[in-house]
């Protein structure tokens, strides 16, 4: 079964960096688009990075252009996250996500806390 | 981008129904069928519901049901279980190469 399994997450001082990955099991993943969406506490999800297949397109949400970089690496089934100049705003769960045809979000890992504080 | 906006909250009976609305703006929802909904318990990795406006995963019941018209779609659950209450999300793909989420909705089992 498709399984997703976020790590990295953690406490870190505003300006800081970090890196979240996302082990991927159970599918074809070097078949699939992936994304990052994260939820701050009490808000609602907000969709952070998308990045193809093949990792050779990438897109950003606004709130974290410039600043986060997403990566995959196909030999190894995980999807990346480089956090960096974090700020307060980027407290969240984050959650790697795999993109069903067309354009939605299929499956989903549990997710990652990061506090920055 | 602007979030979708849902109510903040629902609730109902077992039994019953409930609809939960996501409005947009022709940018997102009216201008595209990629409309799609999850289910979040807290804790637990989000459950994809409903995509592409109203077609169904498999494995989930067809109590729930979706639907659009113009900016607006919406999400009903019929027959309401005490497993169905959780927290429930819209999605739209917002054209530019960009997603957006609803403002997230709690639906409580009275």
Known sequence: QVQLVESGGGVVQPGRSLRLSCAASGFTFSSYAMHWVRQAPGKGLEWVTFISYNGRTQFYGDSVKGRFTTSRDNSKNTLYLQMNSLRDEDTAVYYCAREGDPRHFDYWGQGTLVTVS | ?110
């Open chain 2, 1 to 110: 981008q602007s979030a979708l906006t849902q109510p903040p909250s629902a609730s109902g009976s077992p039994g019953q129904s409930v609809t939960i609305s996501c409005t947009g703006t022709s940018s997102d929802i009216g201008g595209d069928n990629s409309v799609s909904w999850y289910q979040h318990h807290p804790g637990k990795a989000p459950k994809l519901m409903i995509y592409e406006v109203n077609k169904r995963p498999s494995g989930v019941p067809d109590r729930f049901s979706g639907s659009k018209s113009g900016n607006t779609a919406s999400l009903t659950v019929s027959g309401l279980q005490a497993e169905d209450e959780a927290d429930y999300s819209c999605s739209s793909y917002g054209g530019s190469s960009n997603y957006v989420f609803g403002t997230g909705t709690k639906v409580t089992v009275l």
